[in-house]
């Protein structure tokens, strides 16, 4: 698969169970939070949300978020889940997730990235050489540079698909969700 290409695609985080992490080793989350947890719109975390975090917090997954945002808009949105986090995170470079690494005591092989962003997700999750998950963005923005990095992620997003032909109703939901073609 070309470098970047997310390791493993879900419908929502909620379809994301703790036994997913548990089974492939992985105690510690580097997770984007606009558009792959709420929308741009959604200034702090959903109930369904927060027991989300709670399920996975009790077997032992813990989070951290890594924000290419404002300082503001994560600590709002981190104040009462209280997790390690960095803010203007400058992803695809992968110099904060791997400071959060350090810093939380974490190898690599025990930690994966969560977003819905190939060019900065799972790009920082590729140089880093962390698993990386990718889910379809909630709400996308419009603007002609998002558009432009959907158009892109195509190229990546084809070559997860070519892989696992199996996955089509993704595919699918992908499609819908950014309005690219993937075939
Ligand atoms: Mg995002």
Known sequence: ???GT?????????????????????????CDIDNTLVTYDDIIPPASLVNWFDNMKKNGVNFAFV???EKSRVETFNRDLGYPFIAKAKKPLPFSMK???KENGIKK??????GDQVLTDSMAAASLGVMS?????????TGAFFKFKRRVERLFMRS???????????????HEKTGNRYK
């Open 67 to 69: 924000s290419n945002n």
């Open 1 to 3: 698969m070309a470098f």
């Open 160 to 174: 997860y698909w070519r892989k696992h032909p199996e996955s089509q109703e993704l595919c699918r939901i992908w």
């Open 6 to 30: 997310p390791n493993y695609l879900f419908e929502s985080i909620y379809d994301i169970t703790p036994d997913f992490f548990i089974k492939r080793g992985v105690c510690f989350v580097m």
């Open 133 to 141: 998950i990718n889910v379809p963005p909630i709400k996308d923005r």
């Open 99 to 101: 400071r959060l690494l």
């Open 109 to 114: 092989n025990q930690a994966a990235v969560l």
